[in-house]
């Protein structure tokens, strides 16, 4: 591992610890795991959120977002609703429940957060932003390769069924 690597790979790591909102065993605060919180801040973020969009969102199996939803739902934290257009279409919404929990949970890292930013010059906050949207799009485009198949492996797939037929 590079220098560059290493030192970005401890940095964010103090960060995610510093200002995330789960502790070591990946309990978020109040018992619900990193997933369930993903999730309810996938839903927070759209008024229909189906499951395939939150499957997607919060990287799982769409049978695994089933288990996410069917547990905070449990917890009386979101709700399913039928599409009043296609009642094939479940989409999840947080309850009152879910809109306190979320907001308790993300309110002391964004606290911290605003401190640490208010110290720094507007134009290194600035560099910041747009240094980490640069970073997220990156890893955003090598997710996006790294699931599309490439044409030699779909290439050997083809050769490879015909030899086995």
Do not use: Y
């Amino acid at each position: 591992m590079d220098e560059q690597t290493r030192q970005l790979a401890e940095l964010l790591e103090n960060m995610m610890c510093d200002f995330g909102t789960h502790n070591l065993s990946s309990n978020c605060c109040e018992n619900i795991s990193h997933g369930e919180f993903r999730a309810l801040r996938t839903m927070s973020r759209s008024d229909k959120c189906t499951m395939q969009g939150i499957s997607k969102s919060i990287a799982v199996t769409k049978s695994g977002a089933t288990r996410i939803v069917s547990r905070l739902e449990e917890k009386d934290l979101v709700r399913r609703v039928h599409d009043q257009n296609d009642a094939r279409i479940c989409c999840v919404q947080l309850s009152k429940e879910g809109k306190s929990l979320l907001s308790r949970i993300t309110e002391e890292p964004a606290k911290k957060m605003t401190t640490v930013l208010e110290a720094m010059a507007p134009d290194m906050r600035q560099i910041l932003l747009i240094g980490l949207r640069a970073f997220a799009e990156a890893a955003m485009n090598q997710k996006a390769n790294d699931d599309t198949p490439s044409k030699s492996s779909k290439v050997n797939r083809k050769i490879n069924d015909k030899e086995t037929s």
